[in-house]
């Protein structure tokens, strides 16, 4: 994660460290943000596509979790490793990056979403060699074999994105101990998924949602809408904790 950067002066204010850095440009933040987004995409939904008969839920829970805890430490100096379109909303939210800013965030990760779930796709033989039998898509009832209707979807997509983007947002506030922000941020995706996978096989990301429904296609792509919309107002409501829980309001710009 980048090095705390106070912003605003007004001492009610809650100073948040602000990635990425003033410095870095728009292009290295959306190389960072692919390249990121494509390794959550190929360790996460990866290894239940072609391991999740091996390692089951847990495994591919902890794998979720070391590879945002990964990134996090690879790619956080650089543009703060969101790598998930909520937790960008968050940061909007917060006013620590322009809209401008992000929406290089939001083609970045859409961009390496797909090209994660591509290679994912030609190793598994254009999913012909896929365990989960649905290329790891996000959805409900009968389209994952899942016994859960589109009101658990929404109440699990909706608590837990905005459970993960609360932690990421109170791990770069100022006062949080430095160095330890991604091993947080990683074992909390990580204890999402393992709470959550049997639901809707777990997104927390619209990202990430999308580029396995772009390979799994079909009724995949049909609700894949609730992937979207479900996790950005979650989004929301992890900003609204955090400004309850630091006692602040948002930062000025």
């Known amino acids: 994660m980048s090095a705390p950067t106070p912003t605003g002066s007004d001492p009610g204010s809650v100073p948040t460290r602000t990635p990425p850095a003033p410095e870095v440009s728009d292009a290295r933040i959306a190389g960072a943000e692919i390249v990121g987004t494509a390794v959550l995409m190929i360790i996460g939904p990866g290894s239940a596509i072609l391991a999740s008969d091996a390692i089951g839920v847990m495994g591919v829970a902890i794998a979720f979790g070391l590879a945002l805890l990964a990134m996090a430490y690879t790619i956080g100096h650089v ?26 965030y939001w083609v ?3 961009v390496g979403a797909v090209l994660g779930g591509l290679v994912i796709f030609v190793i598994s033989e254009q999913g012909d060699l ?3 039998g649905v290329f790891a898509a996000n959805g409900w009832g009968d389209e994952i074999g899942s ?3 589109l009101g658990s979807a929404a109440v699990v997509e909706v608590v837990f994105t905005a459970l993960l983007v609360f932690v990421v947002l ?17 074992l909390t995706l990580a204890m999402i998924h393992l709470a959550t996978i049997p639901v809707t ?13 772009v390979f799994a296609g079909g009724d995949h792509l049909a609700q894949l809408w ?11 409501g992890g900003v609204v904790i955090w400004m309850f829980v630091h006692h602040g309001r948002l930062a000025e710009g």
């Open 170 to 186: 109170a791990t770069t506030t100022v006062g949080y101990p430095a160095g330890f922000g991604g091993l947080v941020a990683g």
């Open 130 to 132: 896929d365990t989960t």
């Open 147 to 149: 016994a859960f209707g």
């Open 226 to 236: 609730a992937f979207v919309v479900f996790p950005m107002i979650g989004a929301v």
């Open 201 to 213: 096989n777990t997104s927390v990301n619209p990202a990430r949602s999308l580029g396995a429904a």
């Open 108 to 110: 970045a990760q859409i």
């Open 79 to 104: 543009s703060g490793c969101h790598i998930n379109p909520a937790v960008t909303l968050g940061f909007l939210l917060a006013r620590t990056i322009t809209p401008a800013r992000a929406a290089y």
